[in-house]
């Protein structure tokens, strides 16, 4: 395994959309975690990832806090309303 191959991989999933993950890339090239973490590391120190860097997904804890206040806010404006 070689940083150039990972490295290639890496790219290819980024310009697919896709996240680029040790998991991604041992479906796409094969080889062992142990192998590809580094290397992968090695990528994103040299400024690989930046396209994705600024569309991450939201934490699992804002989006819930997001959806308890949607619902909190929904069932305010029901109970407010006159029957």
């Not at 890496?10 to 142990?34: D, T």
């Not at 400024?47 to 619902?71: I, T």
Request: no cysteine.
């Amino acid at each position: 395994m070689h940083y150039e191959e990972v490295s290639a991989a890496a790219e290819a999933l980024e310009r697919e959309g896709q996240s680029v993950s040790v998991r991604a890339l041992r479906a796409r090239i094969g080889g062992s975690p142990n192998d590809i973490t580094p290397l992968l590391a090695t990528w994103r120190s040299k400024g690989g990832g930046r396209q994705s860097a600024g569309r991450r997904r939201p934490k699992k804890q804002s989006m819930q806090r997001s959806v308890w206040s949607l619902g909190a806010a929904a069932s305010a404006r029901t109970q407010s309303k006159p029957v």
